[in-house]
């Protein structure tokens, strides 16, 4: 009888991060019967990513609502997962990382009655406020996850701290590496063809360095956001050989203070949002990325790009060790010095960005099937 696994996400990292599992899963449906559920907790973004790696859900909760909050929206994953479950009757439940829809779903799939596996599993800063919810988020999903895979050994060390047991941690490296690298390989397909490409493709100036940017965390609106803009503005305004191109998020928080400081500024463009595969090709084609997301602090390193993290404290501390990234925070002044060393210091530069990703080598999803695949067995 086949192993019955339902894989649940809902946002477009987690969608990015689940897609070669799912994949991997789908390789192997002599063993196992996989089924897709997404809670759309993103619409739009999750949808581009989904048509990306040609992955058709077989649920589709749809819950993104125009202002949701972390009440309703974890309260509707919760309740909107009951007659999927009762349906399918999963054996397996995979979550992904730290978002809502990570913690909600891992709640009703304990209910439910089957187990939890947590992909990105213990992944910790030890501060329930920074970032938030997400750290919240990971700590209860722990909580009721029957196996944890884990990127890396910091990780796995955080859950046995937390009593979990050896025999149900694996270490996996991350799926982001799994999905980057096959994205990397259909885009440079000859075939493959994305309109957000060759807009980009116009838009940049082939004589000037590109620093990519992204910033969405909600633990740095409002002032957090102004002295980010005020970095930026200071970074262009002082190296007129470095083009600044930063998509922005479409919360209001996001974007008026980017657009109020920095839309007049003609080293700086400002863009809508990116397909993945778009901001794949952006990434390859940056000198330095600038960013607070988590994803790319994985993604970045493997092709050799340097980052630096707009936090102040990360739940991916092996990257900071490594020195593929360095931490800024939200100070002005720390990002731009470190901006400048970067930009004005080849060596610097050079040794940076020849560092090895700490974070997998693309194996990650073969080996969770492969640990599967062993339970199953026993």
């Not at 009703?108 to 030890?126: D, M, Q, W």
């Not at 060390?157 to 390989?185: C, H, M, P, Q």
């Not at 707009?310 to 739940?315: A, G, I, V």
């Not at 991916?316 to 002005?332: K, N, Y």
Request: glycine content about 4%; aromatic content about 8%; overall charge negative.
């Amino acid at each position: 009888m086949k192993i019955k696994n339902l894989i649940i996400f809902g946002t477009r990292p987690e969608a990015i991060k689940m897609a070669p599992l799912v994949k991997e899963f789908q390789k192997n449906n002599q063993e196992f019967e996989t089924r897709v559920c997404i809670t759309a907790q993103h619409r739009e973004m999750l949808d581009q990513v989904l048509e990306f790696f040609e992955i058709k859900p077989d649920y589709d909760l749809n819950l993104m609502k125009p202002n949701q909050n972390l009440y309703t929206l974890t309260s509707d994953i919760i309740t909107g997962l009951k007659p999927v479950l009762e349906d399918f009757k999963p054996d397996l439940v995979y979550v992904h990382g730290d978002t809502t829809t990570t913690m909600a779903s891992s709640i009703a799939s304990f209910y439910s009655g089957a187990k939890v596996c947590h992909i990105e599993a213990g992944l910790r800063t030890f501060n329930m406020q920074s970032p938030f919810p997400e750290e919240m988020n990971r700590c209860v999903t722990g909580v009721v996850t029957n196996y944890h895979f884990s990127p890396t050994e910091t990780s796995k060390n955080n859950l046995l701290t937390e009593d979990k047991k050896d025999e149900s941690i694996l270490i996996t490296g991350n799926t982001v590496i799994d999905a980057l690298l096959f994205s990397v390989a259909k885009i440079k397909n000859t075939d493959f063809v994305d309109h957000q490409v060759q807009k980009l493709t116009d838009l940049l100036e082939s004589d000037k360095r590109l620093v990519l940017v992204t910033g969405h965390r909600r633990e740095n609106h409002g002032q957090g956001f102004l002295n980010i803009c005020k970095a930026l503005k200071t970074i262009a305004e002082e190296n007129k050989d470095v083009q600044i191109v930063y998509p922005v998020h479409l919360n209001p928080n996001v974007q008026k203070p980017v657009y109020d400081l920095l839309s007049n500024i003609d080293n700086i463009k400002l863009i809508d949002p990116l397909s993945y595969p778009a901001f794949v090709w952006l990434m390859e084609k940056s000198y330095l990325i600038i960013t607070d997301s988590g994803g790319v602090q994985e993604e970045a390193p493997s092709l050799g790009k340097p980052v630096l993290v707009m936090r102040d404290t990360t739940e991916r501390p092996e990257a900071v060790d490594a020195g593929t990234v360095v931490l800024v925070g939200t100070d002005s002044n720390r990002i731009i010095k470190q901006a400048s060393l970067l930009l004005d210091d080849s060596e610097a530069y050079h040794k940076m960005s020849a560092l090895h990703n700490p974070y997998g080598d693309g194996k990650a999803c073969e080996r969770i099937v492969n640990f599967i695949k062993g339970i199953s067995n026993e």
